[in-house]
C-alpha cells in the first residue's frame, strides 16, 4: 500500500489520479488531497476518499471545507505553508504534484527534502528550477517519476538501457487545434477556438499552452533536467495523431518509441506503480483502428513560443523562469480577453528582453525574478488592453 498526497487534486491531473487510486484500492491511499480554491470538488473528494488530511489554499474556503467535513476524522488545513507541511509527514510515500504552473515549486522542493518519491505532473518546477531541484533529488536519494505523456514515453524508453548512451530524444506534440493554420488566421483566434484541444481534455492553461506550442516548448527544457541532455539532443515533430508519446535515439540509430492512445491514467498510473505495470481496463491502442501515423515540422515561424523556449534553454541561468512567468500571465491575458494569441508571444520575448538575467540564481533569485516578471508582464498587457484586470 502506498500513501499518496496529491497536490491538486481538484484538477485535471489530479481527478484522473484518483480515479487510478480508486480502481486500486489495495494498493493506493489517497492520504492528502489539496486544492487552491475549488471547494466543492474537493469535499466530494474528500468524503469519497476519506484521506488523512485535506488542504484548501484559498483561506477564504476554510469555513466551508472545515464545516463539511466537521463529522469525519479527516484534518482540514488551509495556506500554501500547510501544503508544504503535510507532503513531509511520514506516512506519505509519493507525492504526485499536480498544481498548476509556478505554484508548485515550494511544495515540491519540501516533499524533496523530507525524501518522498515525485510523480512530477507540474512541469514548471523543473521549467523554473531544474538544477536546483535535480541535485535536491540526488542529495536527498528521491526518484522523479515523470507524469506527463511525454516524458513518461521517454522513462519507459529509457528503462533497461542505463548502459547505453542517448543520442537523442524526440518528443512528440499534436500541433494544437491550429496545426497549419497562418498568422493571419491566429489573429483572431478567441478562447473558445483555442480551448477545443482535438486529441487530449486538459485544463484551460494547458490546453492554450499546446495552442500555442509553448507547452512542448517547456517540455524540452524539462527534459533536458529530466534525462541529463543538452538542447541539441532533443528534438520535436509534430504528430497529429498522438499516439507514438515519445521516442529515444541511441547512439547506435536504434529508436524506441511508446505508444498508446491519449489517456493521462496511463501514464499516471505508471508513475504511482512503479517499477511494476498495474493491469486496468483502460480504451487499447489498434493498428488496424490508426492505419495512418504522420509526422512533420512544427512552424516555428507562426508558433514562436516554441523557439523562445529553446532560446531561454541555451540561454540558462534564470531565463526559463523568465519565459514561464510570463507565459502564466500572458495565458492568463488571453483567457481574460486582455491579450490576443499572438500577442502572447510578444509579451513573452519582450519580458525576456528586459528582466534582469542571472546566470547562477539561487531559490530567492527565482522567487524574485518570478515576482518582477509577473510585474512586468501584467503591466505590458495593461498597456495593451484595460481589460488586463486578473490576479498576478
Known sequence: MKNIAILGSTGSIGTQALEVIGANPSLFKAYVLTANSSATLLIQQALQFKPAYVVICDESKYAEVKE?????????????????EVVAQA??????????????????????????????????????????????????DVKILPVDSEHSAIYQCLVGEENNAIEKIILTASGGPFRGKTLAHLTNV??????????????????????????????????KWLFDLAADQIDVIVHPQSIIHSMVQFEDGSIKAQMGLPD????????????????????????????????????LETFRNLGLAFEALNKGGNMPCIINAANEIAVAGFLNSAVGFIAMSDVIENCMQSISYQTQPTLDDYLNTDKETRIFAHNLINRMSSKASYII
Request: net charge neutral.
Open 68 to 84: 463539511a467535513l466537521s463529522n469525519t476524522d479527516i484534518k482540514v488545513l488551509t495556506g500554501i505553508n500547510a501544503v508544504n
Open 91 to 140: 506516512e506519505v510515500d509519493t507525492v504526485l504534484t499536480a498544481m498548476v504552473g509556478f505554484a508548485g515549486l515550494q511544495s515540491t522542493i519540501a516533499a524533496i527534502k523530507a525524501g518522498k518519491d515525485i510523480a512530477l505532473a507540474n512541469k514548471e518546477t523543473l521549467v523554473v528550477a531544474g538544477e536546483l531541484i535535480t541535485d535536491l533529488a540526488k542529495q536527498h
Open 190 to 223: 478567441t478562447r473558445e477556438h483555442a480551448l477545443k484541444h482535438p486529441n487530449w481534455v486538459m485544463g484551460a492553461k494547458i490546453t492554450i499552452d499546446s495552442a500555442t506550442l509553448m507547452n512542448k516548448g517547456l517540455e524540452v527544457i524539462e527534459a
Open 264 to 299: 493521462m491514467k496511463l501514464p499516471i498510473q505508471y508513475a504511482l506503480a512503479y517499477p511494476a505495470r498495474l493491469k486496468n481496463n483502460f480504451k487499447r491502442f489498434s493498428f488496424t483502428d490508426h492505419p495512418t501515423l504522420t509526422f512533420e515540422k512544427p512552424d
